[in-house]
T-cell receptor, first 114, second 113 residues
Framework: AQSVTQLGSHVSVSEGALVLLRCNYS??????LFWYVQYPNQGLQLLLK??????LVKGINGFEAEFKKSETSFHLTKPSAHMRDAAEYFC????????????FGGGTRVLVKP | DTAVSQTPKYLVTQMGNDKSIKCEQN?????MYWYKQDSKKFLKIMFS???????INETVPNRFSPKSPDKAHLNLHINSLELGDSAVYFC????????????FGEGSRLTVL
């Protein structure tokens, strides 16, 4: 069984400030981990993914995430928030060999203040 | 060209009706999915197909019946609609089943009155 917990359903940051979105997972087998972003009235778009290579993963739009096995975490960060980063962010886990069955966290809405 | 396209984008209907949502992908992918996103934004997989073969069938009422006429299409038919079926339904595709990126459509918002 696998599950994902995203701490904080809403995060508010000032433009230019650090964005930190927390994700913890549980998986009985080595996981693949993903962050997706959903802009208003759109589908989800992949930001980055971890598939057992480098533990620090760089994604699009200046985001990166670090896989920490000991903490079962995959937190997402961006050094400097931009207004266009306002969106819903989803962490997801998929067991390595389970046919791409993604389990999503509950999402974190990011608000960016000018 | 839209990679994963769903129709209709909005659907408002009465309880008890039957409705279908269509999905097409032009990425040449082998695998397609249906996800349901509820009012609290929680996303849950419903079905996946690989080369027209059903791979994942989560605990979904049998009023929901997916159909994949070819690997580029995955349609969702819902019988006897209930209030609780109101949600946004997302179609997605991936190259195969090996942990790759999912490409999502823009969603179909179903409202059951």
């Amino acid at each position: 069984a696998q599950s994902v917990t995203q701490l904080g359903s809403h995060v508010s940051v000032s433009e230019g400030a650090l964005v930190l979105l927390r994700c913890n997972y549980s998986s009985s087998v080595p996981p693949y981990l993903f962050w997706y972003v959903q802009y208003p009235n759109q589908g989800l778009q992949l930001l980055l993914k971890y598939t057992s290579a480098a533990t620090l993963v760089k994604g699009i739009n200046g985001f990166e995430a670090e896989f920490k096995k000991s903490e079962t975490s995959f937190h997402l960060t961006k050094p400097s928030a931009h207004m266009r980063d306002a969106a819903e962010y989803f962490c997801a886990v998929s067991p390595e060999a389970a046919g791409n069955k993604l389990t999503f966290g509950g999402g974190t809405r990011v608000l960016v203040k000018p | 060209d839209t990679a994963v396209s769903q129709t209709p984008k909005y659907l408002v209907t009465q309880m008890g009706n039957d409705k279908s949502i269509k999905c097409e992908q032009n990425l040449g992918h082998d695998t397609m999915y249906w996800y349901k996103q509820d009012s609290k934004k929680f996303l849950k997989i419903m079905f996946s197909y690989n080369n027209k073969e059903l791979i994942i069938n989560e605990t979904v009422p049998n009023r929901f019946s997916p159909k994949s006429p070819d690997k580029a299409h995955l349609n969702l038919h819902i019988n006897s609609l209930e209030l609780g079926d109101s949600a946004v339904y997302f179609c997605a595709s991936s190259q195969d089943l090996n942990g790759g990126e999912l490409f999502f459509g823009e969603g179909s918002r179903l409202t059951v009155l």
